[in-house]
C-alpha cells in the first residue's frame, strides 16, 4: 500500500493584497486566504493515485495556526490527515529553510513513496521548493506531469508535458511529482465531508516536538535569502487613445499635444 504526501500551502489572495508605501511590506488584514492554487492541482493528482492504487495520502503545511484551514480542505476531499508544522521559530523563513523544516517534519510520519507538490506558489513565484524537497527527501522527481500512467515494481511511468511535446519517463519511488493543470482539475467536496472536515484531528508540530530539527536551520537563521523591503514597480504614465471623428482631426490633435509637451 503507498503512502502519499502531498505538500499544501496557504496564500493570501494575491488579487486583493495591497503593499505599504512606506513600509513596502504586503497588507494582509482583511485579505481572504485560499489554498494555493497549484496545490490544488497536486493534491488531486495525489488522490487519483490513491483511489487507483490504495494506500493513505497526508497534507502537509508550514504556517500560522490558521494555515489548518487548508489541511480541513485537503480532508475534505479525501486526504487521511494533515500535519502543520507552526512556531514563531519558523517565521521569515525561504524556500531553503521550509523544505528542511517540512522534510524533517515528515520524516516523523515516513518514509512516503510519493510525494506531490505544486509547481510554485502564486505569492512567492519562485518555483524551487519541489526541487528543494526532493533533494531532502533523497528522491527522484518527475515535473510537469501530465499523467500518471502506472506505478509497478517500484516505479512510476508517467508523462510530462515538454515545450517541444510530450516526454514518457520512468523513475524509481520514491518520487516527487508536480503536475500540469490541465490533467488534474480539483473536484469538490461533498457537503458531509466538507463538514467532518470541519472538526478533523490536525497534527501540530512546533520547533519542539520535531525529532532530530536543528533549529539554526530553521526560519530566518537557516534562510540563505533575505528580502529587506518588496515595493511595487514605478508604472510609467498611462496612455491616451485619440479619437477625434476623422484621421485629419486626430493627426491634428496628435501634433498639439506633442507640442504642448515639447517634443515637436
Known amino acids: 500500500m503507498l503512502k502519499i504526501l502531498v505538500c ?47 494506500g493513505t495520502l497526508t ?13 480541513r480542505e485537503s480532508i475534505s476531499v479525501g486526504a487521511d490527515e494533515g500535519v502543520l508544522v507552526s512556531g514563531r521559530a519558523f517565521g521569515g523563513a525561504d524556500t531553503l529553510s521550509t ?9 516523523m510520519s515516513g518514509p512516503y513513496d510519493l510525494i506531490f507538490a505544486g509547481k510554485e506558489t502564486l505569492d512567492g513565484a ?33 508523462k510530462r508535458q515538454l515545450d517541444s511535446g510530450v516526454q514518457t519517463v520512468e523513475a524509481k519511488l520514491p518520487c516527487l511529482i508536480t503536475v500540469e493543470k490541465a490533467g ?34 530553521i526560519g530566518v537563521p537557516g534562510s540563505g535569502t533575505i528580502v529587506p523591503k518588496i515595493y511595487p514597480p514605478q508604472l510609467p504614465e498611462p496612455g491616451q487613445i485619440l479619437n477625434e471623428g476623422s484621421m485629419n482631426a486626430t493627426v491634428n490633435k496628435l501634433v498639439e499635444l506633442l507640442e504642448e509637451r515639447g517634443v515637436l
Do not use: H
Open 8 to 54: 499544501v500551502k496557504q496564500i493570501p489572495d494575491v488579487d486583493l493584497v495591497k503593499m505599504d508605501p512606506e513600509t513596502g511590506n504586503l497588507v494582509r488584514d482583511g485579505v481572504p486566504s485560499l489554498m494555493n492554487p497549484l496545490d490544488t492541482n497536486a493534491l488531486e493528482a495525489a488522490l487519483q493515485i490513491k483511489e487507483r492504487f490504495g
Open 59 to 71: 497534507a502537509i503545511t508550514m504556517g500560522p495556526p490558521a494555515a489548518a484551514e487548508v489541511l
Open 99 to 107: 523544505s528542511y523544516s517540512i522534510a524533517k517534519a515528515a520524516e
Open 126 to 158: 519562485t518555483g524551487q521548493m519541489a526541487s528543494q524537497l526532493a533533494e531532502r527527501f533523497d528522491c527522484s522527481q518527475i515535473s510537469c506531469c501530465t499523467e500518471i500512467e502506472s506505478i509497478e515494481n517500484g516505479v512510476v511511468r508517467a
Open 184 to 217: 488534474f482539475i480539483p473536484r469538490l467536496p461533498r457537503l458531509n465531508s466538507w463538514l467532518q472536515s470541519k472538526n478533523a484531528p490536525i497534527t501540530v508540530l512546533d520547533e519542539n516536538s520535531i525529532a532530530g530539527l536543528d533549529t539554526q536551520l
